[in-house]
């Protein structure tokens, strides 16, 4: 978590140098610490099973309670997320990033939005609702919390109708004593789009893919070869690890994976190596080679209660109704967040599109290429090539689930 103070010193030493010292770049540092912290959290909670994550879309869901938040409820977003949202350099900033990241006119759709459910009835703040119309894709949804049945279904439906040929989602509500306080925040994050090489249909076979268990699966696995980028790092502590990176088309996002050497090195020991400075110095010294390329075909949807996760980043007074400060957005009673939802999906296949039908077995042509075969558990992300803002980050430890 970043503290207060390095925001303010960073903000210092761009007005010492008379503006000259990029602040974006800060914030994009700043952004990836806490889209990392958050992976970190999550993935420590669930330490098994496959998961997905759009740090960008939980962020900017943030942002827009953030600019209703006031006294220690702004104080604790302003401290995980790293940035005061009233300052309009950062909502240039978090608006540019935000264009780019959906902009779909050069191959990849990231499809992204944020709703905040309120009771129908209840008075907002008109300035409110103003920034809120400007803000990333973010819509106000009135619902009555006293029939919460209904509500939930109202957020399931929200749920399902924004993650494109997502399953259906279901959450309950439960009866809360003073329904007329509570608000729900929804985030979701889709991607969709094709490699730049794309993987033929018909080099995919079954291949064995053990897990963290040692169990041995046979699982539909992608091959091609190719010109990739790709590194070995050897990080204290830690066993040596292998990163490729696999360009989408257009090459404005790529998908980086990481393996670890030795199937026993445990994917929470490489989580918890995770910072900025280690992505982007994998992204920085790859270098292009002629490889084999073995991937398993994955399909992930990840739904988290983030009323779990973010207390460990210090967000805590804002699902305390008590202490939740929410007066920017409403002057009547006391707001506080009874729900915090966020819902991720992917889907790897060997063009990007949903793969279907049997895969034919082929005898691969023996090369002298060097091996990139995820024949084991590894990490995963989604990283845009020009800003390096992490779109996703996720791991795969069984792919046929
Ligand atoms: C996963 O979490 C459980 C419970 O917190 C812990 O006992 C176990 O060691 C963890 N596994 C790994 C691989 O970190
Ligand atoms: C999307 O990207 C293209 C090409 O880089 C650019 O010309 C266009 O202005 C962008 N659109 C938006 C809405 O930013
Ligand atoms: C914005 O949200 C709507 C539905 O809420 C969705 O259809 C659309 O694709 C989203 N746009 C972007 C750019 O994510
Ligand atoms: C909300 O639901 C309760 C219980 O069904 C009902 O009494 C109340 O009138 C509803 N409020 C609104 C604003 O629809
Ligand atoms: C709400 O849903 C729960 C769980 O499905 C159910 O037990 C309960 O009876 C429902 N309440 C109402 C008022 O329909």
Redesign the pocket.
């Known amino acids: 978590m970043l503290p207060l103070v390095f925001t303010v010193l960073i903000l210092c030493s761009c007005f010492l140098n008379d503006g000259s010292c990029d602040l974006y770049d800060e914030l994009r540092e700043l952004k990836t610490e806490f889209d990392i912290s958050l992976y970190q959290q999550l993935a420590e909670l669930e330490n098994r099973t496959n998961l997905i994550v759009a740090p960008a879309s939980v962020a900017l869901s943030l942002g827009l309670l953030q600019f209703g938040a006031q006294g220690n409820t702004f104080t604790q977003l302003e401290n995980a997320l790293g940035y005061n949202i009233h300052d309009p350099r950062v909502q240039e900033f978090l608006h540019a990033e935000y264009e780019d990241m959906t902009n779909s006119s050069q191959g990849p759709v990231v499809q992204l939005a944020c709703a905040l459910f309120v009771?129908?009835?209840g008075h907002l703040s008109p300035c409110f609702i103003d920034h809120m119309a400007l803000w990333a894709n973010s819509s106000l949804q009135k619902t009555?919390f006293?029939?919460p049945n209904r509500t939930a279904s109202q957020i399931n439906e929200w749920l399902t109708s924004n993650t494109e040929g997502g399953e259906a989602d279901c959450i309950y509500l439960d009866t809360v004593d003073s329904?007329l306080n509570q608000m729900a925040v929804v985030s979701t994050m889709y991607f969709k789009s094709i490699w730049q090489e794309k993987f033929s249909f018909k080099d995919t076979q079954f291949l064995p893919f053990t897990t963290a268990e040692g169990i041995t699966l046979e699982v539909p696995t992608m091959y091609q070869m190719a010109e990739v980028n790709y590194g070995q790092f050897h990080a204290p502590s830690l066993e040596q690890l292998s990163v490729v990176e696999l360009p989408y088309l257009g090459e404005r996002v790529s998908m980086f994976v990481v393996l670890p050497n030795d199937r026993r090195t445990s994917l929470s020991l490489l989580e918890s190596h995770l910072s900025s400075n280690v992505i982007t110095l994998w992204a920085n010294s790859l270098k292009r080679m002629k490889m084999d390329v073995f991937l398993p075909r994955f399909r992930i949807q990840s739904r988290f209660d983030l009323k779990v996760v973010l207390p460990a980043l210090g967000i805590t007074d804002m699902f305390d109704p008590t202490k939740a400060d929410f007066k920017g957005i409403s002057d009547q009673g006391s707001l506080y967040i009874s729900e915090a939802i966020h819902k991720a999906k992917i889907e790897v296949t060997e063009k990007g599109t949903k793969a279907s039908g049997a895969t034919a077995m082929v005898l691969l042509k023996r090369s002298r290429s060097p091996i990139f075969k995820a024949d084991r558990p590894f990490l995963f992300f989604l990283r845009h090539t020009n800003t390096g803002s992490v779109l996703f980050i996720g791991r795969v430890t069984n792919p046929s689930e």
Request: glycine content about 14%; proline content about 14%.
């Open positions: 009771q129908a009835g009555n006293s029939e329904p």
